[in-house]
């Protein structure tokens, strides 16, 4: 499964942004899906997942009512609504596929991630 991130950009806080996450093959429902997030000197950290069908989805606290994950499995593409941006958003925003739907790293394909920067 090959994955690509895109939709990144600089905004202004409290400015929205959607990133796409477009996936090669067809088995792309077959997978539960996450995003996850590194800034600078930073560790990469959990953002959002979202289970095959989409029925069940995951945020990080620190996104919980701002961003919205989604997916649509006829377009083998998922999605990251990401509204109310803030500065410390900023980071490059990697998507991730696996056959477990966790806020952990373990998943089994990651894509090359999109630059988001927020200025304030």
């Known amino acids: 499964v090959q994955l690509q991130a895109s939709g990144g950009g600089l905004v202004q806080a409290g400015d929205s942004l959607r990133l796409s996450c477009a996936t090669s093959g067809r088995t792309f429902s077959s997978y539960n899906m996450g995003w996850f997030r590194q800034a600078p000197g930073k560790e990469r950290e959990f953002v959002a997942a979202i289970s095959r069908g989409g029925s069940t989805t995951m945020y990080a606290g620190s996104v919980k009512g701002r961003f919205a994950i989604s997916r649509d499995n006829a377009k083998n593409t998922m999605y990251l609504q990401m509204n109310s941006l803030k500065p410390e958003d900023t980071a490059v925003y990697s998507c991730?596929?696996?056959?477990?739907?966790?806020?952990?790293?373990?998943?089994?394909?990651w894509g090359r991630g999109t630059q988001v920067t927020v200025s304030s």
């Open positions: 991730a596929a696996g056959k477990s739907l966790t806020s952990r790293s373990g998943y089994d394909y």
